[in-house]
């Protein structure tokens, strides 16, 4: 199976580290994600896709535009090793990064947005179908939450987003330390939940 393609520009693997790629080699978590998630793919596939994953991590010099923590990093390993071996959807959707999102007066820049790659968005427009967009937000150990204000502020980003129709997903550096399997498992079960119902739109709309 081919690796996903991911949206350009900008895209979640453009990972450029900001100042050096030793960051990015040097990372013991990072590390230790990519080797749980090469672990996921042999279990699940039983071919090699270790070469690609691996060049997220140590050809982090390539990349652009910069991720912002080495937690971006191991979420963008785990959506390729799970999203990227998804047969029908790993081929229609991106994962974007770093994505302006107006909101009335106020602009968020979103981690990461799910999006429809540009085929799968023509056929979408030929149903009349939108697709929902989802937000991903990853929280490393500075977090957002780091006092009151932080929290209203989240919040507030939370509610702003939602509004405008976003569904808003978080995952925190102590889930994906825990076990980044699960936790980037169930973000990508509910885009998975999402996409098939989007599909079973299209397929509805075309018998009528």
């Not at 790629?21 to 699940?44: G, H, M, P, Y």
């Not at 885009?191 to 509805?204: G, S």
Request: hydrophobic residues 40%; charged residues 30%; glycine residues 6%.
């Amino acid at each position: 199976m081919e690796a996903m393609t991911l949206a350009q520009p900008p895209s979640a693997t453009s990972v450029k580290a900001q100042d050096d790629t030793s960051r990015w080699k040097d990372s013991k978590f990072l590390i230790q994600q990519l080797a749980q998630a090469r672990k996921f793919v042999e279990d699940c596939e039983g071919h090699a896709y270790q070469e690609h994953m691996e060049h997220l991590v140590f050809e982090a010099s390539e990349f652009t535009p910069p991720l912002e923590s080495v937690l971006e990093g191991a979420f963008c390993l785990w959506w390729e090793a799970m999203v990227g071996h998804s047969g029908d959807m790993g081929s229609k959707v991106n994962l974007a990064c770093q994505r302006d999102v107006r909101c009335g007066e106020r602009l968020y820049r979103l981690d990461f947005s799910v999006e429809p790659t540009h085929a799968f968005a023509d056929e979408l427009s030929r149903a009349g179908i939108v697709w929902p967009p989802i937000a991903i937000e990853v929280d490393g150990h500075a977090f957002h939450e780091k006092t009151k204000e932080q929290v209203a502020q989240r919040n507030q980003r939370d509610r702003d987003l939602q509004g405008a129709g976003w569904k808003v997903l978080h995952l925190s550096y102590s889930e994906v330390d825990r076990d980044g399997c699960k936790a980037c498992g169930d973000v990508a079960q509910i885009v998975f939940e999402q996409f098939i119902e989007i599909r079973r739109k299209i397929h509805a709309r075309g018998r009528s």
